[in-house]
């Protein structure tokens, strides 16, 4: 047995005991913990399978964020199972019907289809050699971005207009209100803030960049931006009022609309939307990550702080007092 | 027994152990966290297809639509998260609500 196999071995013997204990835990503020753990883990678990861009993403959207969503819902949920609704104890049938169809149907329909794939890999080498062959006159250097911005880019058209549909149902539902006690700032993550806030904002930069040739991109380095708005939240800073009107809801549109913009001119330019002129690819990619980059880390930061913006200056509570103009 | 089939069936069981999870917890937070897990499984047996070439490095297109799934995953999140704050809010409940009416379920 190789090193390497014994190494994905032990990993995925973890990320399934992690699952199984958070899924099982009566804690849920442990089990949330878990989670981000079980996220960092399955990150390493895409770089041994050959995919840095996937685990980028994970870290950053899927253990960062998604962690902050959770303890943020966590912490105006409750840990317990309240109801007022009783419940009729189940049956035997009933209480057999849920391992029955996870331990017996699941398994075997997946076994069944990872066969026909097992065949199906010795004849298609997949997509690889087609996406070295045209990433020449794709615009960008990296065969992932090529695949999000120019080959697939419809994909990611519509995944930014479901992210901004998300944001609209969120405000649509709640009003924001205060993560946290302005008293409860301490001094320290105070310090912290400002220094990690410039650098923040250079490797998210330096993401986005290196998304040309290397791994990254729009989507990480949002994450990343995001990340450095919802620490800046944490210590007192929030939005001016006088831009959380029309301005706010611009940064949050923009990306989407410029490429639904870019979609449009290109179907009255060529016939087809999203099939960019050769000389121009690398230019139109470059544009609709800076802006799509503005809005991911815009969005995200308004979906953790949940709710829109308070309407009026009547209720001050719902926002914190002190207003910087940080953002 | 190699890599791709190795995480291939992890993705699997992280699969199934989700929807277990999904199926019998109350609690909704942690309905949500299983149907996270369900994604991640989706995700790992997703990129050990785009994994099985000879060349060590994934087939791109996998690794854009389980970008792409990611982002997805997370608005699903966000907003089932709002909707049960707002659940809770309304009913003063953490679980769904049980029509008393109807003894089946």
Redesign the interface.
């Known amino acids: 047995m190789e090193p ?2 014994i190494f ?2 032990v990993l ?1 013997l973890i ?2 005991g992690l ?2 204990l ?3 835990s009566t804690d ?1 503020f442990r ?2 913990v878990l ?1 981000i753990a ?1 996220g960092l883990l ?1 990150a390493l ?2 770089v ?4 840095p ?2 685990a980028l ?2 870290a950053a ?2 253990a960062g ?2 962690g902050a ?2 303890l ?3 912490g ?13 104890p189940l049956t035997f049938l009933q209480r057999l019907s ?2 029955v ?3 017996v149907m ?2 075997s329909i ?2 069944i289809l ?1 066969l026909e ?2 065949q199906l ?1 010795g004849t298609t ?4 050699g087609l ?1 070295n062959a045209f990433l020449d006159v794709s615009g960008s250097g990296h ?2 971005t ?3 911005l120019n ?2 880019a419809w ?2 058209l519509l ?1 930014k207009g ?2 901004l ?3 609209i ?2 405000w649509s ?2 009003q924001a209100r205060p993560l946290f006690h302005q008293e409860d700032i301490s001094p320290q993550l105070m310090g912290l803030a400002r220094l990690l806030l410039p650098l923040v904002i250079v490797v998210a930069g330096f993401v986005l960049w290196q998304g040309d040739q290397a791994p990254g991109g729009a ?1 990480q380095s949002g994450a990343l931006l995001s990340a450095g708005i919802l620490l800046a939240i944490l210590v007192g800073y929030s939005l001016p009022q006088r831009w959380q009107g029309l301005s706010l809801r611009l940064l949050l549109a923009i990306g989407f609309g410029v490429f639904l913009l870019i979609a449009a001119a290109t179907l009255l330019y060529s016939g087809y939307p999203l099939q960019y002129p050769e000389h121009l690819a690398g230019s139109l990619i470059l544009l609709i990550e800076l802006v799509a980059t503005a809005s991911i880390a815009a969005l ?1 930061a308004a ?2 702080v ?2 829109h913006p308070p309407d009026d200056l009547s209720t001050p509570a719902a926002k914190a007092p002190s207003t910087s103009g940080r953002r | 027994m190699n890599t791709v089939s190795l995480y291939a069936g992890s993705g699997i069981i992280l699969f199934s152990l989700g929807l277990h999870a999904l199926l019998i917890r109350r609690h909704l937070l942690r309905k949500i966290l299983a149907a996270n897990i369900m994604g991640s499984g989706v995700f790992m047996v997703f990129i050990a297809m785009g994994a099985r070439g000879e060349s060590g490095v994934a087939d791109p297109v996998p690794q854009a639509m389980v970008l792409t799934g990611i982002v997805v995953s997370l608005c699903f999140t966000a907003v089932a998260i709002v909707l049960a704050v707002r659940i809770n809010k309304l009913t003063g409940c953490t679980t769904l609500a049980v029509d008393e009416e109807s003894s089946i379920d």
């Open positions: 390497a196999l994905d071995l995925l990320l399934i699952a199984w958070l899924l099982a849920l089990a949330v989670f079980f399955l678990a895409w041994r399978l050959g995919a861009d996937v993403a994970e959207i899927g964020i998604t969503l959770l943020v819902g966590l105006r949920l409750g840990s317990t199972e309240r109801c007022r609704f009783s419940r009729a849920a391992p169809l996870v331990g699941i398994p997946s076994l990872l794939v097992h890999a080498p997949g997509r690889q996406i065969g992932v090529a695949v999000l080959f697939r994909d990611t995944e479901v992210l549909l998300a944001l149902t969120i539902l709640d989507f995200l979906a953790v949940g709710g």
